[in-house]
């Protein structure tokens, strides 16, 4: 069984900052790829940002690229989210993911979903 755990949402304004983080317990994999996404409101669920396993390649939704960043600590098993110049089109739940696949934005290859956390973002 993987647990994954998100933590760190909350309510800022708008051009705030916030850093998720998502911790993986239970069984363990090597060489998995993390993701986060998300889902606002009557939406459904976007892919936001992946890691490979290494750091070396990461890959963004065009919606966030140049203010979040995703990076992981494999000695901890946690994948963080730091979001700069939050905007109020930034509310959703997001959730962190793990895929046993390659490197990718498509949420049928995650094998693995944590329950969320939320960002609300004022204007």
């Known amino acids: 069984q993987v647990q994954l755990v998100e933590s760190g949402g909350g309510l800022v304004q708008a051009g705030g900052s916030l850093r998720l983080s998502c911790a993986v317990s239970g069984r363990t994999f090597s060489n998995y790829v993390m993701g986060w996404f998300r889902q606002a409101t009557g939406k459904e669920r976007e892919f936001v940002a992946a890691?490979?396993?290494?750091?070396?390649?990461?890959m963004y939704a065009d919606s966030v690229k140049g203010r979040f960043t995703i990076s992981r600590d494999n000695a901890k098993n946690t994948v963080y989210l730091q979001m700069n110049s939050l905007k109020p089109e930034d509310t959703a739940v997001y959730y962190c993911?793990?895929?046993?696949?390659?490197?990718?934005?498509?949420?049928?290859?995650?094998?693995?979903w944590g329950q969320g956390t939320q960002v609300t973002v004022s204007s």
């Open positions: 993911a793990v895929s046993l696949k390659r490197i990718i934005a498509n949420e049928a290859a995650y094998d693995y």
């Open positions: 890691i490979s396993w290494g750091g070396g390649s990461t």
